[in-house]
């Protein structure tokens, strides 16, 4: 691999990519030029041996090409954001990528069935338990992939965020880090916040969210900031404790108890940075430290911005609410 920086290896943390992507593209031969297909896939892991299964129709380009060579390479991808960094003039796109080489198999039978039962199904939440039309199954094709090459890279953000850990880390490299918050912040928190008052799709107001919300916070150790290389605090967010949310009929009751992360706020300077994102992730790593079992969010219906930060966790929405005065998502995760 040419960026030897960016390859992932071990096993396990490609396996972390592979979990977070939905297409794998099929490269097939097709005479002088390849055969390109995108599908959705699922997969299973028996001793360190990855298997990719995708389905289709017993018929077209694909199954004859197959048919005939039953090999293909892969590509899966996960994009992240496109990370626009000021103080080195570069514009990047930040993803993860698995790539790799099969042989192909046409499961037949009960290999087809349970391929589909504790595989294909089994890989999202929302068809696990479905009820699907058996009677398809025989105009089906399910192809098995035995991977036999696989690598991975990943574009990553790792020298500007650190999180910071009890035990303390090494943060002299780092351009920001995370931390939870003190009362000798509350001043900069609350300065933060009044600097998204009048930012399209903002809620807040000279109220909310005051000193109130921010004491409440601190209270219950709840605050997290991040904070650049002079200490000054550039975003933050909270575990909020609000009922109003707690009794939305939305959240699912095998994911409970679920925390709520809100209250983010980046300083505007730095916003469309991945800021908000590296937030995200450390509030749900306190979650999940906490005893939650998911996250909740809610999300303005019209903020793109936003709606386009929570898009790289690849969160479901689950419902759909009003809360003061504006239409609102309900995303729902386990931790």
Same mark, same amino acid.
């Given at each position: 691999?040419?960026?030897?920086? *960016?390859e992932v290896t071990g096993?396990?943390?490609?396996?972390?990519?592979v979990e977070?992507?939905?297409?794998?593209?099929?490269?097939?031969s097709d005479g !002088?030029y390849p055969?390109?297909?995108?599908?959705n896939?699922?997969?299973?892991v028996?001793?360190?041996?990855?298997?990719l299964?995708v389905h289709g129709?017993?018929?077209? *380009?694909?199954?004859?090409l197959? /048919?005939?060579?039953?090999v293909?390479?892969f590509?899966?991808d996960?994009?992240l954001?496109?990370?626009?960094i /000021?103080?080195?003039?570069n514009?990047t796109?930040?993803? @993860?990528?698995?790539?790799g080489?099969a042989t192909?198999?046409?499961?037949?039978?009960?290999?087809?069935?349970?391929a589909? !039962?504790?595989v294909?199904m089994?890989r999202?939440?929302?068809?696990?338990?479905?009820a699907y039309?058996e009677s398809a199954?025989p105009?089906?094709?399910v192809l098995?992939l /035995?991977?036999t090459e696989?690598?991975a890279?990943a574009?990553?953000d /790792?020298e500007?965020?650190?999180?910071?850990?009890?035990?303390g880390?090494?943060?002299?490299r780092a351009?920001?880090r995370?931390?939870?918050a003190?009362v000798?912040?509350?001043?900069k928190v609350?300065a933060l916040?009044q600097?998204?008052? &009048? *930012?399209e799709?903002c809620a807040?107001?000279?109220h909310?969210?005051?000193m109130?919300e921010?004491?409440f916070?601190?209270?219950?150790d709840a605050?997290?900031?991040?904070?650049?290389e002079?200490?000054?605090?550039v975003a933050s967010?909270?575990i909020?404790e609000?009922?109003a949310v707690?009794?939305?009929?939305?959240?699912?009751? !095998?994911?409970?108890? &679920?925390?709520?992360l809100?209250? @983010?706020a980046?300083?505007?300077?730095?916003?469309?940075k991945?800021?908000?994102r590296?937030m995200?992730k450390? &509030?749900?790593?306190?979650?999940?430290?906490?005893g939650?079992?998911?996250?909740h969010?809610?999300v303005n219906k019209?903020?793109?911005?936003?709606?386009r930060?929570?898009a790289?966790f690849q969160?479901p929405?689950? &419902?759909?609410?009003e809360m003061f005065g504006?239409?609102?998502?309900c995303?729902?995760?386990?931790?």
């Open positions: 691999m040419r960026r030897k920086d *960016r096993f396990s943390e490609i396996m972390k990519i977070q992507c939905e297409i794998v593209r099929l490269g097939l !002088d055969y390109i297909v995108p599908m896939f699922a997969y299973e028996k001793e360190e041996q990855l298997y299964y129709a017993m018929a077209g *380009r694909r199954y004859e197959l /048919t005939q060579n039953p293909c390479s590509e899966m996960k994009p954001y496109m990370d626009c /000021t103080e080195m003039k514009v796109m930040r993803y @993860l990528s698995v790539m080489k192909v198999t046409f499961l037949e039978g009960e290999d087809k069935k349970r589909v !039962d504790e294909i089994a999202h939440e929302e068809t696990k338990h479905f039309n199954l105009r089906t094709a098995k /035995t991977v696989i690598s890279k574009n990553l /790792t500007r965020f650190v999180h910071k850990e009890e035990q880390v090494d943060c002299h351009q920001y995370i931390e939870q003190d000798t912040d509350k001043e609350l916040y600097m998204q008052l &009048g *930012r799709y807040w107001d000279d909310y969210p005051g109130k921010i004491e916070d601190l209270a219950r605050l997290f900031v991040m904070k650049d002079n200490g000054e605090i967010i909270s909020d609000d009922e707690k009794k939305l009929t939305c959240w699912r009751d !095998d994911l409970q108890p &679920g925390g709520e809100a209250r @983010l980046v300083h505007p300077s730095l916003q469309n991945g800021m908000a590296e995200l450390y &509030g749900m790593q306190e979650l999940k430290k906490r939650y079992q998911s996250v969010f809610l019209e903020n793109k911005k936003a709606l930060s929570y790289v969160f929405v689950v &419902g759909e609410c504006q239409p609102f998502f995303y729902e995760s386990k931790l």
